[in-house]
């Protein structure tokens, strides 16, 4: 990296030397310098993971999404 100003970004779990197991894919001191963004990446994973599954289930995604909206059927709250 470039002076160490690199940002690490990972999608997790991450091997974490020190941590989680002796010679990990990052450094605990790496790790800990970028955990707020670490973790907001972490958390897009689920959403991108229904994301995939939806369009590997349905032909045309868009329509079944737009026939969704256009059902007006109140959501569970």
């Given amino acids: 990296t470039k002076e160490g100003k690199a940002l690490y ?3 997790l779990p991450a091997d974490i030397t020190g941590v989680s197991c ?3 894919e990052v450094a605990d ?3 800990d310098r ?3 963004p ?3 990446e972490a958390s ?3 959403y991108v ?3 995939m599954i939806f369009l590997s289930k349905f032909k045309n995604p868009s329509d079944t999404l737009m026939g ?6 109140k959501r569970i709250r």
């Fill in 44 to 46: 897009h994973k689920p």
């Fill in 9 to 11: 970004m990972h999608c």
């Fill in 49 to 51: 993971i229904a994301a």
């Fill in 34 to 36: 970028y955990r707020v």
């Fill in 22 to 24: 002796k010679e990990g």
């Fill in 68 to 73: 969704l909206l256009d059902a007006e059927n």
């Fill in 29 to 31: 001191s790496v790790f």
């Fill in 38 to 40: 670490l973790y907001k």
